[in-house]
T-cell receptor, first 113, second 115 residues
Framework: GENVEQHPSTLSVQEGDSAVIKCTYS??????FPWYKQELGKGPQLIID?????GEKKDQRIAVTLNKTAKHFSLHITETQPEDSAVYFC????????????FGKGTKLSVKP | GAGVSQSPSNKVTEKGKDVELRCDPI?????LYWYRQSLGQGLEFLIY????????KSGLPSDRFSAERTGGSVSTLTIQRTQQEDSAVYLC?????????????FGQGTRLTVV
């Protein structure tokens, strides 16, 4: 079946450094790519998303890039802060606009003060 | 309510018993998803409901797992003859009209422990 691969599984950075998480997807019909942040004991929450007609989107310290040809998208966090420490999940829509959401396996980000 | 509500928040059950997990999606959301998250692991897709379409059950791990969505709103995930490997957090999410279009909002999850 269709899947989403996410790397790395863990990432440790110093406060103030940048963090990059990468995902690839298999369904060429995927058109929506959200990123979720999950803090301990809570459900995942959307932090940014991108649609297939856009190559890059930025929201303050967070940016996402999409390469449809390579079926690859990435999350970039700049000037990391300790409160950015969490598990981050990428996802891709499967089966078009009415379709399912399939998630990557997550990246545990640790930001050291 | 304002968000996706799941109940119970915690459930401890004996091996071999059946359990039912409930999800109340955001009012008006046509799409509803169930995922399973084992300790420290990712979000494993279980089942997806979209409007009146037949549900996508391709993620259900065995025939002990089933789910229904009554009246296009509340959903119940049922696990029969529970096994210890079923222990996990079960997360429900809903979105306005499908995963390829709009944000999916997650509930807090039900932590299931099979002893």
């Amino acid at each position: 079946g269709e899947n989403v691969e996410q790397h790395p599984s863990t990432l440790s950075v110093q406060e103030g450094d940048s963090a990059v998480i990468k995902c690839t997807y298999s369904d060429s019909a995927s058109n929506y790519f959200p990123w979720y942040k999950q803090e301990l004991g809570k459900g995942p929450q959307l932090i940014i998303d991108i649609r297939s007609n856009v190559g890059e989107k930025k929201d303050q310290r967070i940016a996402v890039t999409l390469n449809k040809t390579a079926k690859h998208f990435s999350l970039h966090i700049t000037e990391t802060q300790p409160e950015d420490s969490a598990v981050y999940f990428c996802a891709a829509s499967i089966g078009g606009s009415q379709g399912n959401l399939i998630f990557g396996k997550g990246t545990k980000l640790s930001v050291k003060p | 309510g304002a968000g996706v509500s799941q109940s119970p928040s915690n459930k401890v059950t004996e091996k071999g018993k059946d359990v039912e997990l409930r999800c109340d999606p955001i009012s008006g959301h046509t799409a509803l998803y169930w995922y399973r998250q084992s300790l420290g692991q990712g979000l494993e897709f279980l089942i997806y409901f979209q409007g009146n379409s037949a549900p996508d059950k391709s993620g259900l791990p065995s025939d002990r797992f089933s789910a229904e969505r009554t009246g296009g709103s509340v959903s119940t995930l049922t696990i029969q003859r529970t096994q210890q490997e079923d222990s996990a957090v079960y997360l429900c999410a809903s979105s306005l009209n499908g995963g390829g279009n709009t944000e999916a909002f997650f509930g807090q999850g039900t932590r299931l422990t099979v002893v």
